[in-house]
């Protein structure tokens, strides 16, 4: 006998638990003010007059969990500082900070999701921190955690963007806040059967948290390895990091005042933020022996060369004497290299001749010391005489003899 197939998957439902749908239990709304809800919505395309394209337009939702009054929040992506804007615009609509927000599994927000233990991103703890807030996200496949923003999502596209012409982003904006004051805040909502925007200033806004007087400073996190000039690269900057930690990673968190960075848990350097293109380097970073060729230091240079001598302190001041003295430090560091190979004597006298004849070149001070090195006389090497002791080799006093028992023999 030949049934139809709903019969088929009715009989397997109700019999067998196919497919059974479980029972759905509706969740307080809670108190005025506490809790909420975000999600991200694809609205679809708008074109960038900055580009002439076609690019796809992301409404982040926030939606009062108590009064279900909407905020929408318009972007091209779906970034950390993309968020983090939508909430700042958000406790600005509202007029204060919601005292828990409950997102999706966003991943600017979460960085690990777990159904007890969710782990967040360093930035946006840092951010709820500021605001005063608590971060409770839904868990993963999961619309149950969040259903008063869920069905928003859909609402907000079909009521406020299908169909609509935008000049850019910023007029979509501008046009969404106000489709969120006059007509999604002033509608009969189909469950509370009261205007989303009457009850939230009534109930809602008195028991919010203070809105932000200034804007967020939003740092960027990094991880970043050490390369061999003692430097990382941070949003196309350079910072020293001291030299024990080259070929080793970082973390960095920078904001638009400070770099810091830390290794292992432990804050090893703090710089000024730089703009793109710029460097902070601390010469403590750096050896020693390079610290003045890379810091430019002219005076350390002086100074390392008057230590030599005289003349050769006054034929490095020769040397630097130029509207771009850093583009005469080779030559510098090439008279320090004669007096490695020369010594600090014979390069003194050598330097005091070119001074003489007002000859201020490094090549031909080192052409003087090889000149006076091969009419040097050679002194022919003296042998080098081994005495080796033998094996039974006696006291020189053994061999000695005694004159007087010489005599009585030979009478």
Same mark, same amino acid.
């Given at each position: 006998m030949k049934v139809p197939e709903r019969t088929l998957h009715r009989f397997c439902s109700e019999e067998l638990g196919y497919r059974r749908q479980k029972t759905t239990v509706r969740v307080d709304d809670g108190e005025p003010g506490g809790e909420l809800q975000v999600d991200f919505g694809r609205m679809g395309l708008l074109t960038d007059p900055a580009t002439s394209t076609r690019r796809v337009v992301h409404a982040l939702v926030f939606t009062a969990v108590f009064s279900r009054h909407l905020f929408v929040w318009l972007s091209h992506r779906q970034t950390l500082e993309d968020v983090i804007d939508g909430c700042e615009a958000a406790w600005g609509f509202f007029g204060g900070v919601f005292a828990v927000l409950v997102p999706d599994n966003l991943a600017p927000v979460v960085a690990k999701a777990d159904g007890v233990s969710p782990r967040f991103t360093d930035a946006f703890v840092e951010y709820a921190q500021a605001?005063?807030?608590?971060?409770?996200?839904?868990?993963?496949?999961?619309?149950?955690?969040?259903?008063?923003?869920?069905?928003?999502?859909?609402?907000?596209? #079909?009521?406020?963007?299908?169909?609509?012409?935008?000049?850019?982003?910023?007029?979509?904006?501008?046009?969404?806040?106000?489709?969120?004051?006059?007509? !999604? #805040?002033?509608?009969?909502? #189909?469950?509370?059967?009261?205007?989303?925007?009457?009850?939230?200033?009534?109930?809602?806004?008195?028991?919010?948290?203070?809105?932000?007087?200034? $804007?967020?400073?939003?740092?960027?996190?990094?991880? !970043?390895?050490?390369? $061999?000039?003692?430097?990382?690269?941070?949003?196309?900057?350079?910072?020293?990091?001291?030299?024990?930690?080259?070929?080793?990673?970082?973390?960095?968190?920078?904001?638009?005042?400070?770099?810091?960075?830390?290794?292992?848990?432990?804050?090893?350097?703090?710089?000024?933020?730089?703009?793109?293109?710029?460097?902070?380097?601390?010469?403590?970073?750096?050896? !020693?022996?390079?610290?003045?060729?890379?810091?430019?230091?002219?005076?350390?240079?002086?100074?390392? !060369?008057? #230590?030599?001598?005289?003349?050769?302190?006054?034929?490095?001041?020769?040397?630097l004497d130029t509207p771009l003295p850093w583009t005469r430090m080779r030559s510098v560091y090439r008279l320090f290299g004669l007096i490695s190979k020369w010594g600090p004597d014979r390069v003194e006298e050598a330097c005091q001749r070119a001074l003489d004849a007002e000859a201020v070149d490094v090549g031909l001070v080192g052409r003087m010391l090889q000149r006076a090195a091969e009419r040097a006389p050679v002194e022919p090497p003296r042998p080098e005489v081994t005495v080796l002791a033998g094996r039974f080799a006696r006291d020189a006093d053994e061999f000695a003899v005694d004159r007087g028992d010489a005599q009585e023999v030979a009478g």
């Open positions: 605001r005063g807030f608590v971060t409770d996200p839904a868990r993963v496949r999961s619309p149950q955690d969040k259903p008063r923003v869920e069905r928003a999502v859909q609402y907000v596209r #079909g009521s406020f963007f299908a169909g609509e012409d935008f000049i850019d982003l910023a007029d979509a904006q501008r046009r969404a806040e106000r489709w969120c004051t006059e007509r !999604a #805040g002033m509608r009969i909502h #189909g469950t509370t059967q009261q205007r989303p925007l009457e009850v939230f200033r009534t109930l809602e806004q008195p028991l919010l948290g203070p809105a932000p007087v200034e $804007r967020y400073d939003l740092p960027i996190y990094r991880s !970043a390895k050490v390369h $061999r000039d003692h430097h990382i690269e941070v949003a196309r900057a350079l910072y020293s990091v001291p030299g024990a930690l080259i070929g080793q990673a970082v973390d960095v968190r920078a904001d638009s005042a400070l770099v810091r960075i830390s290794h292992r848990g432990q804050v090893v350097k703090v710089h000024p933020r730089m703009a793109p293109g710029h460097r902070s380097t601390d010469a403590e970073d750096l050896p !020693a022996e390079r610290t003045a060729y890379a810091m430019r230091d002219l005076d350390q240079l002086h100074a390392k !060369a008057a #230590g030599y001598g005289k003349a050769i302190g006054v034929y490095t001041a020769a040397l």
